[in-house]
């Protein structure tokens, strides 16, 4: 046990090997709907959904154990909820940059990651956003995969005189409204693992309704699939713009304020926090993080980032990397259940994007709503991620926003030279776009 307690922060004398195993157990169950939703997103883009499944999983299985050995912390890593979206709807379909150039960009925003953990300059980019925006980018994001969970079940669809509106009830429809009632149902009633146990279900209600479609000669069991279509994918041509510019600066921001974000709520969990507010090994975390969106971006996958979800195995009574390393090797034996993930239709995934949508809410209610000039750059942040149908124009705009009202109000101490150089990195990008 003496080589646990050194490689993973294992101590029989203090930790539980059954608990540390349910608990691990009990995360991966209740975060891997990612395994279904993040090729079934990612495959939009025209990438082989078979190798993405085998991406996705590797992906957060090296992330994982790199938080294990590295951090020793009960915590999970896998491809962000917000920011395969980003890469699908965002650099794909609205930017239009094609997906190998979207491979290229997040192994940029990774190698760049990795230099900015290594020196710390993370701690000067955060202490350089407004408290408010945080807040408003998690919320924000958390609206904009709601707004796709609704879009992909069919639900909310695009009309010509309102530009959005009320789908008709079709099979794909009726099927959407029932994953996310069933997810919620499941949720409130606080049920581990609700959001697999909702695409689980709905799938199998989707066989009778014609949605989910079994191939012939289906076995539940196969060999993974082959990395080859994505595997180090990567087109670095047509990269050197302003766009990309500010494209990677929306990733670097969005992935340290989700990972720094996500790790301090966890670590309050599991009451690890200094007297001072720090948190042991949280470098090491997030150099797991960094790493992990590297090898991410060569497999195939978007970039990773530790899932609010562990708090599950924490409230099983994780404390240790024993349950980080637990979570990674289901990863990797999930390997061998790709025919039953990728069964699954993007409507019965519509609840677990809602329903993350909604748990990403919370970051909402800390926002100094009384305060026009904290409250109006936070709005600003996170309806223009919906209706921009962009989370870049959203941190864009939002940066943008509060850079001008606090000018026009003369309140200039509020401001920093980071501040002003991101707007006016993204005024360039607006007017040379």
């Known amino acids: 046990m003496k080589f646990f307690e050194t490689v993973l922060g294992f101590n029989s004398a203090e930790h539980s090997l059954r608990t540390e195993l349910i608990a691990g157990a009990t995360t991966f169950l209740t975060m891997s709907y990612i395994l279904a939703v993040n090729p079934a997103i990612l495959a939009t ?22 938080l294990a050995f590295m951090a020793k912390l009960p915590f999970a890593q896998a491809p962000s909820m917000g920011l395969n979206a980003f890469f699908a709807f965002t650099l794909c379909q609205a930017m239009h940059y094609t997906w190998q150039q979207s491979l290229a960009i997040m192994l940029i925003e990774g190698f760049i990651f990795l230099i900015i953990t290594f020196f710390n300059i993370r701690e000067m980019i955060l202490d350089a956003i407004p408290q408010n925006l945080r807040y ?10 709601a707004f796709i969970g609704l879009k992909n079940a069919e639900i909310i669809v695009q009309k010509e005189g309102t530009f959005v509106g009320l789908g008709e009830f079709t099979p794909i429809s009726i099927l959407g409204i029932i994953a996310i009632m069933l997810s919620g149902i499941l949720m409130a009633k606080q049920i581990k693992g609700a959001l697999f146990y909702g695409i689980i279900i709905a799938t199998i209600i989707g066989i009778p309704m014609g949605v989910t479609v079994i191939p012939e000669q289906w076995v539940p069991v196969s060999a993974p699939h082959s990395l080859a279509p994505t595997f180090c994918q990567f087109d670095f041509s047509g990269l050197l713009n302003y766009n990309t ?8 921001i969005v992935n340290i304020f989700d990972t720094v974000g996500t790790l301090v709520g966890l670590a309050q969990k599991t009451g690890i926090v200094r007297p001072d507010g720090s948190i042991p090994k949280v470098k090491e975390a997030m150099m797991s993080d960094a790493i992990g969106t590297t090898c991410g971006a060569m497999l195939g996958s978007s970039t990773i980032t530790t899932y609010i979800e562990s708090a599950s195995g924490i409230a099983e009574g994780g404390k240790t990397g024993m349950t980080s390393l637990v979570v990674g090797l289901l990863f990797i034996f999930s390997l061998l259940l790709s025919p039953i993930f990728l069964l699954i239709p993007a409507a019965a995934t519509s609840g677990a994007l809602v329903l993350v949508g909604v748990l990403m809410l919370d970051s909402i209610k800390k926002i100094d709503l009384g305060n026009v000039a904290e409250a109006f750059p936070a709005f600003i942040t996170m309806i223009t991620m919906v209706l921009c149908y962009s989370i870049a124009d959203g ?10 009202l606090k000018l026009c109000l003369g309140k200039w101490n509020e401001l920093n030279w980071t501040l002003i150089v991101l707007s006016i990195i993204f005024v360039l990008n607006f007017v040379y776009a």
């Open 45 to 66: 883009t025209g990438m082989d959904k078979g190798a993405l499944f085998t991406a996705t999983a590797l992906a957060s299985a090296i992330a994982t154990l790199l």
């Open 245 to 252: 510019l500010l494209v990677i600066i929306s990733l670097l």
């Open 395 to 404: 941190i864009c705009l939002g940066i943008l926003s509060y850079v001008i």
């Open 136 to 145: 408003a980018i998690s919320g924000g994001i958390g609206m904009f995969i």
